[in-house]
């Protein structure tokens, strides 16, 4: 609410919210989020019980587009950046 307020208050504003995790922010936010963009690193990290994850999403909400795909390079592991916009916006 404070951000959407604050929107509306300032001119020239963008009409985006940002949201940056960890995975309990991206959680909270999740039910708010129409668009997300997402980047995923194509390795098994294992960062403990403490990892910041992000949520699972049910794959019939939303419609995922790949942006760019990048292979692994050296140190870089492969990567793609995707999409997502959900199919039934939940606010405008």
Do not use: K, M
Request: aromatic content about 8%; cysteine-free.
């Amino acid at each position: 609410d404070l951000a959407r307020d604050w929107i509306a208050a300032t001119e020239d504003a963008r009409s985006e919210i940002i949201l940056f995790g960890g995975g309990g922010i991206y959680a909270a936010g999740l039910a708010l989020t129409n668009r997300i963009e997402l980047t995923v690193v194509e390795i098994d990290a294992d960062g403990g019980p403490a990892a910041a994850v992000f949520p699972e999403l049910d794959a019939a909400a939303w419609d995922r587009q790949v942006l760019e795909t990048v292979p692994a390079d050296g140190d870089v592991p492969a990567h793609r950046y995707e999409r997502l916009t959900r199919r039934a916006p939940v606010w405008v």
